[in-house]
């Protein structure tokens, strides 16, 4: 797999992972049908959340070490 196409798919990655965080955020505090719902709703927004940041930190970390590696090989050469 080449390099551009590992960093489009974890750019994919924490798009899909900031939707989410943003998808438990409404769930748990505008959706009247997760309160009707109690703890169950309660369990399905904090999941959403869980997922997200499972999807965005690592794959932020890895582009942040790709950036730093390819910015020290330019000034290497």
Do not use: N, W
């Not at 924490?14 to 309660?42: A, K, N, P, Q, R």
């Not at 997922?51 to 050469?77: D, I, N």
């Amino acid at each position: 797999m080449s390099e551009q196409r590992l960093v489009l798919l974890l750019k994919i990655s924490i798009c899909i992972g900031i939707s989410l965080i943003l998808l438990g955020i409404y769930l748990h505090s505008f959706s009247d049908y997760m309160e009707s719902l109690g703890v169950t709703g309660i369990i399905i927004s904090a999941m959403c959340i869980a997922f997200g940041l499972v999807f965005s930190l690592p794959t932020k970390m890895y582009l942040t070490f790709l950036l730093v590696k390819r910015e020290s090989e330019a000034k290497e050469q």
